[in-house]
């Protein structure tokens, strides 16, 4: 096979040929179709061959339905994987899928530009993007059990009415308080996950009110607590300090997925997801960015048992509520 010709060659040839045009009148016509050959040719091979050629981009919808079928047999390999060795090379392999749907995503519009799945799966979505902690793909593991809480919120919801009169009494309050921080309003489901709404429940621990504060904690944002008054039970002022609470546990556990991790440090303790944070931080690469995100952590089986109850608690009982439109009501 050769390789593409020298330009100079070829006007040398052509300078040659001219010249003996200019000598001998009779040739010149077959002269003249020589130097025409030669230019014909020397443009051909001057153009890039077919192996050459730059491959065609394929189109966005094909690339993102293949990286969809990737990302699904990854999922499942993962959820089936035995061995926690083998479980970053695999999970490095879906990075690389998800990236390619989104960069097809990017490229396409509406519906088809979103990732696969059913209505809960959209709504699902739409609630985590709220609390800054969307993801391309959901562990199926994790989605699975929303909609497991989703059908039963919705059974319990419907003969539930003093549980939801207790949730539209102190939803403005609680809401009010998170919205002078900037906090989102989803939040606002741990007072339900923690006291069903009651601002005077008390657990066996010693935890009081609608935010199940703890005494010290309580005291360390302003509440009263003694023998004679308790502000723990007041709704507003315990949304206060809790709202706060949390304001503070976004800004130490700020990052990927910050506000996941301030849910579960709320419901765990800050000290523990704290220091599993600073342990996987210390980690090789452990500072990179999207390592400790959330939901790659709960692939790798390194989050605490507690991510799998409170977490799809709250969002379920959200897109329960966005199913209503009665969010607060």
């Known amino acids: 096979m050769t390789g593409p ?15 003996r045009a200019s000598r001998h009148p009779l040739a010149a016509a077959g002269i003249v179709l020589a130097i025409v050959l030669a230019v014909s040719v020397f443009g051909l091979a001057g153009r890039p061959g077919p192996a050459q050629r730059e491959p065609r981009a394929r189109e966005p919808r094909a690339e993102k339905r293949d990286a969809d079928r990737d990302i699904a047999a990854l999922e499942a390999a993962i959820a089936a994987e035995a061995d926690p060795a083998r479980l970053p090379a695999l999970l490095a392999r879906l990075d690389d899928a998800v990236g390619r749907a989104e960069q097809a995503s990017a490229l396409l519009e509406g519906d088809a530009a979103a990732p696969p799945g059913d209505a809960l799966d959209a709504e699902l979505h739409r609630v985590l993007a709220h609390l800054d902690a969307d993801s391309y793909a959901i562990p199926p593991s994790f989605s699975a059990r929303v909609r497991e809480l989703v059908a039963r919120f919705e059974r319990e919801g419907e003969r539930d009415q003093r549980g939801r009169d207790a949730q539209a009494a102190v939803w ?6 998170l919205a002078a921080l900037g906090l989102p309003e989803e939040l606002a489901y741990l007072a339900g996950i923690e006291s069903h709404w009651d601002a005077q429940a008390r657990s066996p621990a010693g935890a009081v009110g609608l935010w199940q504060l703890v005494r010290s904690t309580a005291v360390s944002y302003g509440l009263r ?3 004679t008054v308790d502000e723990r039970t007041d709704a507003r002022k315990s949304s206060h300090a809790a709202a706060q609470h949390l304001a503070d546990l976004l800004a130490e556990l700020g990052g990927d997925d910050a506000a996941l991790y301030a849910v579960l440090a709320y ?9 599993r944070l600073v342990e996987l931080a210390r980690a090789p690469d452990g500072w990179r960015r999207g390592r400790r995100a959330f939901f790659r952590l709960q692939r790798l089986r390194q989050l605490p048992p507690e991510a799998m109850i409170v977490l799809p608690r709250l ?9 209503r439109g009665t969010r607060g009501k």
Not at 5 to 19: G, M, N, Q, V
Not at 172 to 177: L, S, V
Not at 267 to 275: I, K, V, W
Request: aromatic share 0%; glycine share 2%; no cysteine.
């Open 315 to 323: 969002l379920a009982a959200a897109i329960v509520d966005q199913r």
């Open 225 to 227: 607590v003694d023998d």
């Open 172 to 177: 403005p309050i609680i809401t009010a308080e």
């Open 267 to 275: 419901n765990q303790g800050a000290n523990r997801t704290r220091a």
């Open 5 to 19: 010709r020298d330009p100079s060659a070829h006007a040398k040839l052509a300078t040659r040929l001219a010249r």
